[in-house]
């Protein structure tokens, strides 16, 4: 039997009613996504032999516009053989002071890629061609030479932020005029692309290198792919296997994955949709910037007391700083959800945290 949706996966005192908004990688794969992993063929993937894995490289390489991808178990893994494929130890990468890539990654790019990281500031993590024109370092000024940029699409801490399209362009002229490669921390790339209506091959057509995630938003249990030409490919599964990232049977993944694209990409929207609702039931408590995807920022004066009142309510908040609170909105809640979480949010903010 199908475990209920409902159950909570951690000691929360049940029945408590549990809407857990904490992040978009908690959800459950549903049982038609099971069903789609029992039904996978498989093979060893380290030999090249899995055909759903293969599968699932194709058919998100062809949605990015690009020759290849690399199915890989996370998305800093993703990240790191990105970024090492464009940026030798011993260069840097500029990314925004919020990044993903700099805050969450542990430090991956330099303790496992020999990597500098740079920042550069950026409002909601929205990188402005100019400044990162600006901070550019090309070869022969005697300094650490910048290999390339970062662009995270949509931004986490930036609170589900989309960089928009003319913003990647300029940023995909101002690197290609420097010789710099361009690579996108594309986690949440489909909730930019669902948000605004844009194709996900123009989005492809920006960067060199793209890492996308399948266990955020689309649902899946596991896996990201680092999609790019097929030369930086084929070294993309030597430092896979570097890292211990090569899987064998990882079909059965790949099958959730590719049930993940084909049935929960255009559901985002719903996603969105309730993020904005949530938005608006906390709004007459607390100013909140309107969302633009799944992701709903909350200045708080104590986030973790706000966290751990809203708990023993049964709602789940991911803290992400001292005063801030951030709510993610995914396949594992639903309208009531949403309604029973702003109900339950608004009296706690009004009474605890407030
Ligand atoms: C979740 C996330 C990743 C990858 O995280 P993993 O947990 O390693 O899969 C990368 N970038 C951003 C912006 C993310 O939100």
């Known amino acids: 039997m199908e475990p209920s949706r409902a159950e909570p996966s951690r000691p929360y005192r049940w029945p408590v009613p549990l809407v857990d908004l904490r992040s978009d990688t908690v959800t459950r794969p549903t049982a038609a996504m099971r069903r789609a ?15 759903t894995v293969r599968a699932l490289e194709e058919e998100v390489a062809g949605r990015f516009g690009h020759e290849a991808a690399v199915f890989v178990p996370s998305g800093t893994m993703g990240n790191l053989i990105a970024m090492r494929l464009v940026a030798d130890p011993g260069t840097e990468v500029l990314a925004d002071a919020d990044a993903h890539v700099v805050t969450y990654e542990l430090g991956g790019a330099a303790a496992l890629a020999g990597i500098q990281t740079r920042t550069v500031t950026a409002a909601r993590g929205l990188l402005d061609p100019g400044a990162v024109n600006a901070a550019l370092r090309p070869a022969g000024w005697g300094t650490v030479v910048t290999a390339a940029v970062a662009v995270e699409q949509t931004h986490n801490r930036g609170g589900g932020a989309v960089h928009p399209l003319a913003t990647l362009r300029a940023l995909r002229a101002v690197t290609t005029g420097a010789g710099v490669a361009l690579h996108c921390d594309g986690a949440r790339i489909w909730n930019a692309a669902v948000a605004t209506g844009t194709e996900l091959t123009t989005y492809g057509a920006c960067f060199d290198t793209l890492s996308v995630c399948l266990s955020k938003g689309l649902g899946a249990p ?3 792919l680092v999609v790019t030409d097929a030369a930086r490919a084929q070294e993309a599964r030597v430092l896979r296997k570097r890292l ?13 994955g590719l049930h993940a694209l084909r049935e929960h990409l255009d559901r985002l929207a719903e996603d969105h949709a309730r993020a904005r609702r949530l938005a608006e039931l906390l709004a007459p408590v607390l100013p909140v910037c309107a969302p633009e995807t799944n992701i709903v920022g909350l200045r708080v004066p104590d986030a973790r007391a706000l966290a751990a009142a809203a708990a023993e309510e049964g709602v789940l908040v991911g803290v992400t700083g001292p005063g801030v609170v951030r709510l993610v909105t995914h396949l594992d809640v639903d309208d009531a959800a949403i309604e029973v979480a702003g109900v339950t949010l608004r009296r706690v903010l009004s009474t605890v945290a407030a």
């Open 37 to 51: 992993m029992v039904a996978a063929e498989v093979g060893d993937d380290v030999y090249g032999e899995d055909p």
């Open 222 to 224: 596991v896996g990201s």
């Open 244 to 256: 211990g990232g090569g899987m064998r049977q990882a079909g059965v993944l790949a099958a959730a």
